[in-house]
């Protein structure tokens, strides 16, 4: 069992019970009116009892407005949490946790509005929850995983990003950067996800290293990642920066901790 600054995992069963899971998907949006119908008539197909809470930061294309629209004819619980302004992913994807947990959830699943994740991997995904793991990370590099129409650049940034998050921070993870992932919410509770501060590949990064330390069980499912096809990327050199200056600091804070003087 793995100890760190947030405590160990309690003792608990492996798995939860099917019957009794209540899964809500946290779709963070920004302009994404391109993008969302198709993305809610995949959800709703690939994972009919799930709930989707939309998180829109005042897109000025309409995209929540269009959520409400297409919600009843496509049937289940979509709801839409509106913001009013642009404050980042990481931001979007706490007020998502907080409400999926304050309706209930028993599982959260995090996913991009833009189709590059395909909602026909959330069983898998799932799955593993379902069977004992704290969280599951659709990956990108494991066996199986797949990247599409990505440039060298980016390729070699996203690579090389997540060995250098992962040797820093001691992480078995080999992606920690995907914003594919579904935890479990005792899992979310137990790493202190509220007080994330990080946005954009620093909140996957610091999201995977809270859970690590705080004796996650993580489990890697291979998916394939396509480049979204419409709309823009909200991708910047600003938060690129930030994910490994973030990563510096997280790994000095680990040292710190292991060489603290310990009470006998």
């Known amino acids: 069992m793995v100890r760190g600054a947030w405590g160990a995992r309690p003792d608990r069963p492996g798995g939860l019970a099917c019957g009794a899971v209540r899964v809500t998907v946290v779709v963070p949006t920004y302009d994404e009116a391109a993008n969302i119908v198709e993305l809610l008539t995949r959800l709703r197909r690939a994972a009919p009892d799930a709930a989707v809470l939309v998180v829109d930061d005042g897109s000025p294309d309409g995209t929540a ?108 993870v080999n992606d920690a950067t995907s914003g594919y992932r579904a935890y479990r919410s005792d899992a979310l509770e137990r790493m202190l996800f509220r007080e994330v501060s990080a946005d954009g590949y620093g909140f996957q990064v610091e999201m995977t290293h809270r859970l690590v330390r705080s004796g996650g069980r993580v489990v890697e499912i291979p998916i394939t990642f396509r480049d979204r096809t419409q709309g823009e990327s909200k991708l910047s050199y600003r938060i690129i920066g930030e994910a490994f200056r973030l990563v510096m600091r997280l790994a000095w804070r680990d040292l710190g901790l292991r060489l603290r003087p310990r009470r006998s």
């Open 65 to 172: 407005d269009l959520v409400d629209e297409v919600a009843p004819r496509l049937g289940g619980t979509i709801n839409v949490l509106r913001r009013t302004a642009k404050e980042g992913l990481g931001a979007a994807y706490r007020a998502g946790f907080d409400e999926a947990l304050r309706q209930g959830a028993a599982v959260c699943v995090q996913m991009d509005a833009d189709l590059s994740h395909d909602p026909d991997d959330l069983p898998a995904l799932l799955s593993a929850v379902e069977h004992g793991a704290d969280a599951s990370i659709g990956s990108r590099y494991v066996p199986g995983g797949v990247i599409t129409q990505w440039p060298a650049l980016r390729r070699w940034l996203s690579r090389w990003g997540n060995r250098y998050a992962a040797g820093m921070l001691g992480l078995a």
